[in-house]
T-cell receptor, first 114, second 114 residues
Framework: SQKIEQNSEALNIQEGKTATLTCNYT??????LQWYRQDPGRGPVFLLL?????KEKRKERLKVTFDTTLKQSLFHITASQPADSATYLC?????????????FGTGTRLQVTL | DTGVSQDPRHKITKRGQNVTFRCDPI?????LYWYRQTLGQGPEFLTY????????KSRLLSDRFSAERPKGSFSTLEIQRTEQGDSAMYLC????????????FGPGTRLTVT
């Protein structure tokens, strides 16, 4: 069965450092992979989408990589700030030719301290 | 546009009671999704609509659950004869259906069944 794995343990990092979060998937061949941010008590917020033919995508301090051979995506936040503290969810997505349901990993909680 | 809204934000009910939640999507979005999220887990897909048509239902959606989107605008999710296991955050999201894959989530309805 399809499986999406994110580190369930919280990632604690010092302000200014680069945070790297991992998303691994098995029994899956996604054409896209999305990353969302979720704050406590709120709905997820879309951050980035990367396609299978894109190795890397950037948005401000965020960088996502997508390695279809390793079946892995890495999500980096450079120069991290306490405001980046949240849970980050990945969602690999097959190409159905249209918008479709998302299957999320369990999420990794990031805590950025001063 | 004010984004996706959900009502109520919190609902406490006794086991066996029926509850109904409402979701108002972003006005130009014709796809609407319902997800359920429990503590420490990512959102799990329940069902989605293309305009007023319900296109897919998860096996998670038991016979006690029903969703409607009568005019292709707002949607309701009803749970009949609630059980303690129904306690969760119920999230609604919307998206376009052509070329746009990211989903926009509402703040969720937190259901507690006592």
């Amino acid at each position: 069965s399809q499986k999406i794995e994110q580190n369930s343990e919280a990632l604690n990092i010092q302000e200014g450092k680069t945070a790297t979060l991992t998303c691994n998937y098995t029994n899956y061949s996604p054409a896209y992979l999305q990353w969302y941010r979720q704050d406590p008590g709120r709905g997820p917020v879309f951050l980035l989408l990367i396609r299978e033919n894109e190795k890397e995508k950037r948005k401000e301090r965020l960088k996502v990589t997508f390695d279809t051979t390793l079946k892995q995506s890495l999500f980096h936040i450079t120069a991290s700030q306490p405001a980046d503290s949240a849970t980050y969810l990945c969602a690999p997505q097959p190409d159905t030719g249209t918008a479709s349901k998302l299957t999320f990993g369990t999420g990794t909680r990031l805590q950025v301290t001063l | 546009d004010t984004g996706v809204s959900q009502d109520p934000r919190h609902k406490i009910t006794k086991r066996g009671q029926n509850v109904t939640f409402r979701c108002d999507p972003i006005s130009e979005h014709n796809r609407l999704y319902w997800y359920r999220q429990t503590l420490g887990q990512g959102p799990e897909f329940l069902t989605y609509f293309q305009n007023e048509a319900q296109l897919e239902k998860s096996r998670l959606l038991s016979d006690r659950f029903s969703a409607e989107r009568p005019k292709g605008s707002f949607s309701t999710l009803e749970i009949q004869r609630t059980e303690q296991g129904d306690s969760a955050m119920y999230l609604c999201a919307s998206s376009g259906d052509r070329g746009a894959y990211e989903q926009y989530f509402g703040p969720g309805t937190r259901l507690t069944v006592t």
